[in-house]
């Protein structure tokens, strides 16, 4: 970066503005326990106030940095910047970053020294907010400097040495080493560039066993009912319930037989448990006259549409006896069941008009709703199976990356656990990845390399032995190779 020519335009005058020096302090999360940033400037130069440039605000805070001068000698500069620890400000960042990384002392913090000039501050830092000479762009080069290490800490000053990232213990240089060999980038990383891509996109096809009927959902209980289904216990099935009121998920076949079996282990179903009161309105003397024949009802995350008529069991008791000898209430229990219509308040709350002759006009009690439904499911093994009409090479357990196109609605490309048998193979869909209503599409699979450089479509395998023959593998040998290192180091005598 170098200096602006309109700052070295305006220092070359006979009354230039005055210089503006601004510090940023920036921490690290891994040293410091947060990527915090402070911005600050020593007050200098008639400006007692805070000061706003390129758009961030910098603290007027009592400072004083020196030592950046560059000389003959050779070594690099270590400055020094001296704070003001009168109000402990400093002592206070320190004990944070300390109590993450004892003994830290904001070491390794970047120390960023910005030089302008007065004239090109942000206007708002003017009277009226206007200045017209406002440049950002206007600025001496950055200077980057790291804390070193903590020289002074006591009650009136905090001192930090400096140092140029060049000069940091443990730094050396060249930061990338020479190798002839061995391949430094990330494999399949920005500067690898290996994109695998896709092969036998159009010679496999893949089938779902997939199968429609319906359901009964009463107090909560789910029955399926599929002539001649097929499935048996323990099978997991993925569940799309076209209508009524069950949730689709994954569940477990329990209690099959021909025709019909029973869903657990998934899902849950509309209603619960919860607690009920009904408000009334006393006259003067204390005396009932006017009984709301509502009732409030909660139910955390009951999932009722208003309008539905759940099936409801009350409970509540009454006192009836009042023994003045043992300070005892003796209470008779009332229950009441029955369909209701629900009047939805909230995700947790819903009304119902109910009127119990039996209770009292204001009273609570204890509440649970089912809502018994029926509707249609489609129901789906979670295994897909795929046949090829090339040599996959995959064993059970393998992972294999595939890549699903022209399908609605959309499949996304992913690696697939393998269960395989000769030309066939089957994928699992637990994440419900392919969604149950798919249709069209062809799927590709990706061929990877392992370690020896050999082809293979398992994702499980796929690594890059980092030798210049595993680039000519991937990208071609007549092509252009990315190789990480310096094949050419040692060859030349």
Request: hydrophobic share 35%; aromatic share 12%.
């Amino acid at each position: 970066m170098t200096t602006s020519q309109v700052v070295i335009a305006e220092l070359q005058k006979l009354a230039p503005s005055a210089i503006i020096e601004l510090f940023e302090l920036q921490l690290v999360a891994s040293l410091h326990g947060a990527n915090t940033i402070y911005r600050f400037h020593a007050g200098t130069n008639n400006l007692q106030q805070n000061l706003v440039w390129d758009g961030n605000t910098y603290t007027r805070f009592p400072i004083e940095a020196g030592g950046f001068e560059y000389n003959s000698s050779g070594s690099l500069p270590r400055p020094r910047i001296r704070v003001a620890n009168v109000l402990s400000t400093v002592t206070a960042i320190l004990l944070s970053v300390n109590s993450s990384n004892p003994g830290n002392d904001l070491s390794g913090a970047k120390v960023t020294r910005i030089r302008t000039l007065a004239k090109f501050l942000d206007a708002v830092n003017f009277p009226g907010g206007v200045n017209a000479s406002a440049d950002p762009t206007a600025v001496m080069p950055a200077e980057v400097y790291y804390i070193d290490r903590k020289v002074t800490e006591n009650r009136e000053i905090v001192e930090f040495e400096l140092a140029s990232s060049l000069d940091l213990v443990g730094m050396r240089l060249p930061r990338r080493q020479t190798i002839q060999n061995i391949c430094q980038w990330k494999y399949k990383g920005t500067e690898c560039g290996w994109n695998p891509p896709d092969n036998g996109g159009n010679n496999a096809s893949f089938e779902m066993n997939r199968k429609t009927g319906t359901y009964t959902q009463t107090s909560g209980v789910l029955t399926i009912s599929i002539n001649n289904h097929g499935f048996t216990n323990g099978q997991r099935l993925r569940f799309d319930f076209t209508s009524g009121t069950a949730i689709d998920g994954i569940y477990t076949v329990t209690n099959a037989s021909t025709n019909s079996f029973t869903p657990s282990g998934g899902g849950v179903p509309v209603g619960g448990s919860g607690s009920f009161s009904r408000p009334y309105t006393t006259g003067s003397e204390g005396e009932i006259y006017y009984i709301n024949p509502l009732l409030d009802i909660t139910m955390p995350n009951h999932g009722f549409t208003t309008g539905q008529a759940p099936y409801f069991q009350f409970t509540w008791s009454v006192a009836s006896y009042f023994n003045s000898d043992t300070g005892e209430t003796s209470y008779v229990d009332y229950s009441w069941n029955g369909a209701l219509y629900v009047t939805v308040t909230s995700v947790n709350t819903f009304q119902v008009n109910l009127y119990l002759e039996d209770a009292p006009s204001s009273y609570g009690g204890n509440v649970v709703a089912t809502y018994q439904t029926s509707g249609n499911v489609t129901v789906q093994d979670i295994y897909i199976n795929v046949t090829t009409d090339f040599s996959h090479g995959l064993s059970t357990g393998d992972e294999l990356y595939t890549s699903w196109t022209g399908f609605s609605p959309a499949v996304s490309n992913r690696s697939i656990l393998v269960s395989a048998s000769g030309s066939q193979f089957a994928v699992e869909n637990i994440g419900q990845f392919i969604p149950i209503s798919v249709s069209g599409g062809s799927v590709g699979f990706t061929q990877l390399y392992d370690l020896n450089d050999q082809p293979t479509f398992s994702s499980a395998v796929d690594n890059c032995a980092k030798r210049l023959a595993s680039c000519s593998a991937r990208f071609g040998a007549k092509n252009d190779l990315p190789f990480g290192s310096f094949p050419g180091v040692g060859q030349s005598k």
